[in-house]
């Protein structure tokens, strides 16, 4: 199967021929319909973060089943399902205490190591995934089902973005009705996590970004506040907005230090900051120490504390009923021999998201 393979940093992925194995008795084989192109994705690309090389990068898909393993029993092929980039084990510690996403069962990975193989060499599935392909092997547990009424391209956001931004405001924060909240970076994670903060009722939304169509882009998507940081300081404006006081939960959507201190220093006491996006490696944030005495909370948020099964049907169920806006968070469509073009759009700042159309249905 051709799968677009990441060699090297700062390189272009290339199209190339890859081995895949045949699904084992829990596994599954899925054909790659549609695959977002991540933040997440192009940190590799960029060098900030490192993984072992050769990959198949991409997380953030939706597909059809092809086979399954003779275990499985979840799914059927013909099934259209969401690729899940934590599939759990369903026996460890977190599993068992219902944080399937904090499941670090190794086998797991060693796996997403050895089903692929080109030139002679194993080739890595990021995230259990490696959606930049045709198609994908992944164990029963990475696969979530849903209707096949729902549309690929959507249903592929809910695979990362969507889930991680607006599970961060459901599932990790839990913002209660009528909360006061900020939302530094409005990309695709940010705008998620504002629809996230609007789903739960909040009563001030405040969208913090450095790029003017962002913003123009978080007001659709609920805030109801912006402030542009490029030209005002955001904590400031946002102490401004909140008649002094700073917001209850503030959201961190980038990945930069310098965002997580803004956020933390936004929030009252007793709020709550939230780091959702994916700090540089080796990278370290310093907050002041006196302020935990006014009970503030600086808390992370992996995959949006998602329980998969459970959550990601809800919010197709909710994109299906038109209570979350999904399809405005595609910018571009592109097929899989334009990734590269993808990764340019993105570090232009000019798109929420751009899916390949890898098999269109
Ligand atoms: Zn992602
Ligand atoms: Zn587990």
Known sequence: MKAAIFQQAHQPLTLEDVQQQAPAADEVLVRTVCSGVCHSDMHFVDGAWEMPLPTVLGHEAAGVVESVGADVSYVKPGDHVIMSFRPFCGRCYYCLRGEPHLCNDPNLDARAASRLSWNGGPVLQFANVGSFAESMVTTESGVVKIPDEMPMAEAALIGCGVMTGVGAALYTAQVPGGAVTAVVGCGGIG???????????????????????????????????????????????????????????????????????????????????????????????????????????????????????????????????????????????????????????????????????????
């Open 191 to 361: 705008l998620n996590v504002i629809q996230g903060c609007e789903i739960a009722g909040a009563s001030q939304i405040i969208a913090v970004d450095v790029v003017p169509g962002k913003l123009d882009m978080a007001t659709r998507f609920g805030a109801t506040h912006t402030v542009n940081a490029a030209e005002t300081d955001p904590v400031a404006a946002v102490q401004e907005l909140t008649g002094g006081a700073g917001v209850e939960y503030a959201f961190e959507a980038i990945g930069n230090t310098d965002a997580a201190r803004q956020v933390f220093d936004m929030v009252r006491a007793g709020g709550t900051a939230v780091i959702v996006g994916m700090m540089p490696m080796n990278s370290e944030i310093s907050v002041p120490g006196p302020a935990f005495l006014q009970e503030k909370k600086l808390i992370g948020s992996m995959y949006g504390s998602t329980r998969f099964r459970e959550h990601m049907p809800k919010l197709v169920d909710m994109f299906l009923q038109g209570r979350l806006n999904l399809s405005g968070l595609v910018s571009e469509r592109m097929p899989l021999e334009k990734v590269n073009d993808a990764f340019d759009l993105m570090r232009s700042g000019k798109v929420a998201r751009s899916v390949l159309d890898i098999n269109p249905i």
